[in-house]
């Protein structure tokens, strides 16, 4: 197993250009300031929404991949089975899981980074070491996080998002709800705060997906990630193949919800919840529009329930 941080990452040639670029910078105020987004797929990803907007990106930009981590020293593939292909009397391939890290541009032709692929399992602290090794000698200087989580919201209603970073200052015009909570780490977490303590903007949000559909897809909530993070960076990005599919599965969704009358009923209570916040906060549309707000405990309960449906369906796999 790899013990030292840049032993968990290759760069490719693919990404000289950029590094060539750095290494000729001789003033902190001369580097490139690129965006590094990423999409750590996780427990921490409900519905897989940050996972399908990095997808998302993925399939409208213009990229290429510039480096990998080595995911056979990060993964714990007996919690997350990679599958095989088996046909008739052999097995004909296997589908590792893939840590990648992609150059892009958006839709203005401004380059930015793209971290894609699987939560690491294993070696968090050199994982998040050895993207710090990249994030100096990329000349990244923001960091951004996608994630969704699940809570007592409807799909009816626009998707809302919680906000966190580094310094308040990068995300000032969103408010604060919680207080002090102990949740669950994760390895975006952890690379946020070690960022923070190294004196590199991170930053990111959470989009709140309904309870409901948190082990499902929810492209309501892709889309509003990627809203945001247009809102926070300035990148210019494609959203109208995700905007066109979370009408659709909102149509779906209506329909399987309209043949239950106890569905029905809970979705309506969800819906008067969110809007009697809403009224009493008229003309704040950026967060957490949820009626009444929940607890720090209750957040955290919630995150646990999700949590161990999490595991118990990796069981079932």
């Known amino acids: 197993m790899a013990q030292r941080p840049e032993e968990l990452v290759e760069l490719l040639p693919e990404a000289e250009p950029l590094l060539a670029r750095e290494a000729a910078v001789t003033e902190a105020g001369h580097r490139r300031g690129l965006v590094l987004v990423h999409d750590l797929a996780g427990d921490f990803d409900a519905a897989s929404a940050g996972a399908l907007a990095g997808a998302h990106l993925l399939a409208a930009l213009p990229h290429e991949v510039i480096a990998r981590f080595d995911a056979d020293s990060l993964v714990d593939y007996r919690a997350h089975r990679p599958r095989v292909t088996f046909s008739g ?9 893939e840590l ?5 541009e958006d839709d203005a032709g401004e380059p930015f980074l793209l971290l894609h692929g699987t939560e690491p399992d294993f070696a968090w602290e050199r994982f998040v070491a050895a993207v710090g090794v990249l994030v100096e000698r990329l000349g990244v200087t923001s960091v951004v996080a996608l994630q969704a989580i699940p ?13 966190h970073a580094t310094r308040r200052s990068l995300i000032a015009e969103y408010p604060v709800y919680w207080g002090e909570m102990r949740i669950p780490g ?8 070690r960022m923070g303590e190294a004196g590199v903007d991170a930053y990111g949000v959470a989009a709140h997906v309904p309870h409901y559909l948190a082990q499902t897809t929810f492209p309501a909530a892709s889309l509003t990630l990627l809203e945001h993070l247009s809102r926070l960076t300035g990148l210019h990005l494609p959203t109208e193949a995700l905007r066109e599919a979370a009408e659709a599965h909102r149509s779906e969704v209506d329909a399987q919800i309209a043949r239950s009358p106890e569905n029905t009923a809970v979705v309506a209570a969800l819906e008067q919840q969110f809007d009697q916040f809403t009224a009493a906060r008229e003309g704040s549309d950026l967060l957490s529009e949820i009626g009444e707000v929940p ?3 209750e957040i955290g ?10 595991d118990r369906k990796r069981h079932r796999d």
């Open 301 to 310: 309960a919630e995150l646990e329930r999700y949590l161990a449906d999490q």
């Open 295 to 297: 607890s720090g405990e």
């Open 100 to 104: 990648l890290l992609y150059a892009l």
């Open 89 to 97: 009397d052999r097995y004909e391939s296997f589908a590792a899981p």
């Open 151 to 163: 809570m007592p919201v409807p799909h009816t209603r626009p998707v809302t998002v919680t906000a």
């Open 186 to 193: 994760s390895v975006t977490a952890l690379l946020e705060l």
